[in-house]
């Protein structure tokens, strides 16, 4: 048998040309080729959010949760009014690390597959003023995107920094950070960006980076962006440096993942088409979104588990050779699964009929209208 397809929501399926500069013996982290894919990296990086040439990226070894942290511990003082848009499991990982940061955290959350819109943030922003504002663009827990241009133009009115947690959305959703007003935009490397695991990434505003200077409160030295950005500028000027080892094959990587998803209209465009083709696959298996109308991300579909099925059917679908993964949402974990569909796989028409196939098998049902749906 071939090897399983990975179709969950990261780590996903690498494009050849990743794979092909991930591979072989890692370099130094001051080789020639190492310090030129740095800097291309981190100015790709820029051109895939939609930042402004004054903003400042950051590849940092490490994973999505890395990024957030320092997004915390770089930006919140103890005593800080925080406030979390909460959407699912990432949502509430966010609030937590602001507790322990000794910030004021006021949740406005949604019920499971919903989310709160621009009107509800502008309410809960006049009532509680807040310093700081956490979105999350896609929480992977519940397959929910949220009306990013509405809420970014809710916090906007007021003077609070906008934090949003990309992982899962950056580099497939429409991020367009300038055009957001967004502080931070964070993710890592084996959600939509399409590199392995292993780096953390995100674009700080100038505004981010001058509340950052002004912070009393010590932060963690890894975590520090004061410490990493005189390296990531020498990286971008050319130069070599060294703080703490970076992981050498990811850079080397980096500016070849970035390329591939550069032209960011036609990258959304396609994510746009293979999720609702594989919507329509969904339908004619009978199966339901758990995200409400409206809500889905293009980047992974949350499935209800139909009636006579249970939480073995990643199992089942596995033994067909494609690996999905089960719920996250501790409330609801059993009752239904996800399928990623980001990245490479998006532009490979057999990785998407192969899930399809091996969902219908795993059910019991004829595979062939769901492919008829899905189209070519
Ligand atoms: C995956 C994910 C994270 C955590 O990223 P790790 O790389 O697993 O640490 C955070 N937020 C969202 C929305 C995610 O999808």
């Not at 959010?49 to 949760?65: I, L, Y």
């Not at 440096?241 to 998803?261: G, K, M, N, Q």
């Not at 089942?316 to 974990?333: D, M, Q, S, W």
């Amino acid at each position: 048998m071939t090897r399983p397809l990975l179709m969950i929501p990261g780590p996903i399926e690498l494009s050849p040309a990743v794979q092909a500069a991930v591979d072989g013996p890692p370099p130094s982290h001051v080789a020639p080729a190492v310090i030129q894919a740095f800097g291309d990296g981190l100015r790709r990086m820029r051109t895939v959010w939609g930042a402004t040439d004054d903003s400042a990226p950051f590849a940092v070894a490490g994973s999505g949760t890395l990024a957030m942290d320092a997004a915390v511990a770089n930006l919140v003082a103890p005593g800080d009014r925080a406030l979390v848009v909460h959407t699912g499991y990432f949502s509430a990982r966010m609030a937590d690390m602001l507790r322990r940061r000794g910030a004021v955290v006021d949740v406005l959350a949604a019920e499971p597959g919903h989310a709160p819109d621009a009107e509800a943030l502008t309410a809960r922003l006049e009532a509680t003023p807040a310093d700081l504002v956490f979105i999350t663009h896609v929480d992977t827990s519940t397959g929910v995107l949220v009306d990013l241009p509405g809420l970014a133009a809710a916090v906007r009115a007021t003077d609070a920094l906008l934090i949003v947690d990309g992982v899962c959305a950056t580099g497939a959703e429409r991020t367009d950070m300038a055009a957001l007003g967004a502080d931070v935009v964070l993710t890592a490397s084996q959600k939509a960006i399409g590199l392995p695991p292993g780096l953390a990434l995100w674009v700080a505003s100038p505004r981010a980076l001058a509340r950052r200077d002004a912070l009393t409160a010590p932060v963690p030295m890894f975590l520090d962006w004061q410490v990493w950005r005189p390296i990531l500028t020498a990286y971008e000027e050319g130069r070599p440096s060294y703080f703490a080892t970076p992981a050498t094959p990811l850079i080397r990587a980096l500016p070849v993942a970035l390329d591939e998803i550069a032209d960011v209209d036609a990258v959304h465009a396609r994510h746009v088409d293979a999720a609702r083709r594989l919507r329509a696959a969904w339908t004619a298996l009978d199966l339901r979104l758990l995200p409400g109308d409206g809500l889905a991300a293009h980047t992974l579909s949350a499935l209800w588990i139909p009636e006579g099925h249970d939480a073995t059917l990643p199992a089942k679908v596995a033994a067909h050779g494609v690996i999905i993964a089960g719920g996250l949402l501790p409330e609801l974990r059993s009752r239904y699964v996800r399928v990623g569909h980001m990245g490479y796989s998006t532009t490979r028409p057999d990785h998407l009929a192969r899930t399809v196939e091996a969902i219908a098998h795993a059910l019991g049902r004829d595979p062939r209208p769901a492919l008829d749906a899905l189209g070519g």
